[in-house]
């Protein structure tokens, strides 16, 4: 005759879930996972747009500076420049230097 005596529930110490390693747990491995993808992704989604704002900025910077720089040379003669750096005694020249 087979026993039918009801198997007791599993306590602690027996319980197959318990006495694996916390990275033998799927629901670990699979949440360690996702976060590793998730930090993947967000790191590139930052570096491109790091890049992407620094290169804008640095073009902006360009622009700017190109903008002063043709606002100062339309207001230089190029006949006093010119007289300036050929007589030694032109008023301009000590202008020149700094």
């Known amino acids: 005759m087979a026993d039918t005596t009801p198997t007791p529930p ?5 319980d197959p879930v318990v006495q694996l390693r916390a ?8 949440t360690a996972l996702f976060a590793a993808v ?3 992704v967000i790191t590139a989604a930052a570096l491109l747009s790091y890049q992407v704002a620094s290169h804008r900025t640095q073009a902006a ?10 606002t100062y040379a339309d207001g ?7 007289a ?6 032109h008023p ?6 700094h």
Do not use: S
Not at 84 to 89: F, K, P
């Open 84 to 89: 300036a750096i050929d007589e030694l005694d």
């Open 61 to 70: 910077l360009a622009h700017e500076m190109e903008v002063l720089a043709a």
């Open 76 to 82: 230089i003669d190029a006949g006093e420049l010119k």
């Open 38 to 40: 998730v930090f993947v």
């Open 23 to 30: 990275w033998q747990r799927f629901h670990l491995r699979i």
């Open 10 to 14: 599993l306590g602690p110490a027996q």
């Open 92 to 97: 301009l020249r000590d202008e020149l230097h």
